[in-house]
């Protein structure tokens, strides 16, 4: 079966300079969501949308769109005795979305929500500081519950403009079945103007396209059911600001009325993010501080990976009450691979006895937790999770979440570690 390709936002109308002039005007004097007549020329329509679809055995039993331009709420379903499907959709302010999609039954059946949300945000930069030819980077996650034949996917594009410029930037991302809760990171940036002036002012305006589907497909009229969850999910969760260097400059905002989007800080000195990637062929999980990897993680150059939203902060020197974690790496459960991070004096030691592991080096340092998983004072647990081999290859999971502990273990997982499952210690 295959639906009607989902509604997208209307794209922008020229970027001459008349128009951006028209479009500062507008959102320096007005909301951002109002159409007008300006120079001859219509400003965009920055309407949310949400748009329902429902097909039973090939037939369009569903295809609903409502419009408007502020929150809204779209709940919709339909039934018989052969299929149960239920559908919504969320806009909120901002530009934030969210959407469900259910359906169970004996017959072919699809279920899809499309919502569409519009934000724009003016930057406000500190006195004194240079950004041009720099980047607006917008971190964006994406987060829900998928159960069988089901998948979400989000798509933010950006828009930056300026007196002097409209610049551009767009990425996706998709999720299905994955152990744990699925969920996905990824940030999307937009260049800033090669020259700003003092007083000039700057908007940045993410449109957030999120789209789940579920369908299923029953063997000889066999019930079966398919969700797909993220109704508190597609998201603009953080903005960096980096200067033409490429270096993060702090003390900038994000802000509309009513609303604003944090600017996240670089880890305090002394410390360094643990930041998590999931690989959807392997089904692996994978921490780094390594900048170098994090960049090609995050550009594809090292493929199949992509970030989860988790991260945690580890010590980057050695000090009083600290140890060093083990880093290993192992390709004997081919064509998987794996790595694993172990603090000495809980567990580093028996994998440097272990042939099939290699030893990468001492990555970072951590406070190890007393017989019952306690940390000092200052840190939290990290909980150390085990695949218990499945898909033929071992695989460590480490997040400070009790929450997403459970979902693991849950899925199959297995606590490793001290007390409850805690492997190591993460200052806060």
Request: hydrophobic fraction near 40%; include cysteine; glycine fraction near 12%.
């Amino acid at each position: 079966m295959k639906l009607p390709k989902a509604l997208s936002m209307p794209p922008h109308a020229s970027d001459a300079p008349c128009v951006r002039i028209a479009r500062r005007a507008l959102r320096v004097a007005a909301a951002s969501s109002l159409m007008l007549l300006v120079l001859g020329q219509p400003a965009p329509a920055f309407a949310n949308s949400v748009r329902q679809q429902m097909v039973v055995g090939g037939a369009t039993i569903l295809d609903e769109t409502t419009t408007r331009s502020g929150s809204m709420s779209i709940n919709n379903s339909r039934s018989s005795n052969t299929y149960d499907g239920r559908m919504t959709g969320n806009v909120f302010q901002g530009g934030e979305v969210g959407a469900y999609a259910s359906i169970a039954g004996t017959v072919n059946a699809q279920t899809q929500v499309t919502a569409t949300g519009f934000g724009s945000f003016r930057l406000t930069r500190p006195s004194g500081v240079n950004v041009a030819g720099g980047r607006v980077v917008l971190q964006s996650v994406l987060s829900g519950e998928v159960i069988g034949s089901a998948s979400l996917e989000l798509k933010v594009d950006v828009h930056l403009l300026s007196d002097s410029d409209t610049t551009t930037g767009s990425d996706s991302r998709r999720l299905t079945d994955q152990p744990g809760r699925e969920q996905v990171e990824f940030g999307v940036a937009v260049a800033l103007p090669a020259t700003i002036a003092p007083q000039e002012d700057i908007f940045v305006e993410p449109t957030l396209t999120l789209n789940v589907i579920a369908g299923i497909t029953p063997p000889g009229g066999q019930m079966r059911t398919s969700t797909a969850d993220a109704l508190d999910s597609g998201k603009v969760i953080g903005f960096r600001v980096l200067n033409a260097a490429g270096a993060q400059v702090t003390g900038f905002k994000l802000s509309s009325s009513g609303k604003s989007i944090p600017e996240i800080a670089p880890p305090p000195a002394g410390k360094a993010l643990a930041i998590e990637y999931f690989h959807v062929e392997f089904a692996h999980y994978f921490i780094t501080i390594n900048a170098d990897e994090i960049a090609k993680l995050d550009a594809g150059i090292i493929r199949g990976w992509q970030r989860t939203g988790q991260s945690f902060n580890v010590y980057t020197t050695g000090g009083a009450g600290l140890v060093s974690v083990c880093r290993f790496f192992s390709a004997s459960f081919a064509p998987k691979s794996s790595h694993f991070y172990a603090p000495r004096g809980l567990g580093c030691e028996e994998v440097l006895a272990n042939p099939a592991w290699t030893f990468e080096g001492d990555v970072f340092f951590t406070a190890l937790p007393d017989a019952g998983g306690g940390c000092p004072a200052g840190n939290v647990p990290v909980y150390r999770l085990y695949n218990n081999g499945q898909g033929g290859a071992p695989n460590h999971r480490f997040t400070t979440s009790e929450a997403i502990q459970l979902d693991m273990i849950r899925d199959g997982y297995k606590a490793e570690g001290k007390g409850t499952g805690v492997g190591m210690c993460s200052p806060q």
